[in-house]
T-cell receptor
């Protein structure tokens, strides 16, 4: 069965610090996708990134970067020069590739509550 | 519409009543998903559709929960004989292509959710 672990329940940093959110996953499939979603205080779920299991290149988008390492089953998310607006709950999620019409839903971690203090 | 919409946004009901939650996906999106999110937890997958066909309902907690998408667009999640433990945020998401064709992983766009409270 697939599983996503976000061991950090809550992280608090001062604005402009860098912060890394950890995500460790478990799956028996060789083909799968990993995601990060942001849930700000307003409650919506905002898609941030998707990564497939065959692409281990790190990705950078502005102040956000993601480090995917299959060897350690991790997909960590780093925010550089954090800002107060980054305060939110961040979810890591996993989806296995459907072969014969099986479940295609996302398995989410429990989330990391990130607090950026001014 | 521009995004996934859900109605009602808030629903308060008494134990034992039936409730119907509606999801209107992004226009043209083939796949539609239902999730349940308890306070302080990540969303939990319930079921999903490609077009009007329900692909997997193994995530539904019990037979009081059912979902349909009769015309391949709007979907309704129905909970019969509600119980207090059903209280949660119910979220709907849609994605452009069926996962089985494009490979699971087409990003899912979530609606604002329906906050269900069972008294």
């Amino acid at each position: 069965a697939q599983k996503v672990t976000q061991a950090q329940t809550e992280i608090s940093v001062v604005e402009k610090e860098d912060v890394t959110l950890d995500c460790v996953y478990e799956t028996r499939d060789t083909t799968y996708y990993l995601f990060w979603y942001k849930q700000p205080p307003s409650g919506e779920l905002v898609f941030l990134i998707r990564r497939n299991s065959f692409d281990e290149q790190n990705e950078i988008s502005g102040r956000y970067s993601w480090n995917f390492q299959k060897s350690t089953s991790s997909f960590n998310f780093t925010i550089t020069a954090s800002q107060v607006v980054d305060s939110a709950v961040y979810f890591c999620a996993l989806s296995e590739v459907v072969v014969r019409g099986g479940a295609d839903g996302l398995t989410f971690g429990k989330g990391t509550h990130l607090i950026i203090q001014p | 519409g521009a995004g996934v919409s859900q109605s009602p946004r808030y629903k308060v009901t008494k134990r034992g009543q039936d409730v119907a939650l509606r999801c209107d996906p992004i226009s043209g999106h083939v796949s539609l998903y239902w999730y349940r999110q308890a306070l302080g937890q990540g969303p939990e997958f319930l079921t999903y559709f490609n077009y009007e066909a329900q692909q997997d309902k193994s995530g539904l907690p019990n037979d009081r929960f059912s979902a349909e998408r009769p015309e391949g667009s709007i979907s309704t999640l129905t909970i019969q004989r509600t119980e207090q433990r059903d209280s949660a945020m119910y979220r709907c998401a849609s994605s452009l292509s069926p996962g089985i064709l494009a490979g699971a992983g087409n990003e899912q766009f979530f609606g604002p959710g329906t906050r269900l409270t069972v008294l």
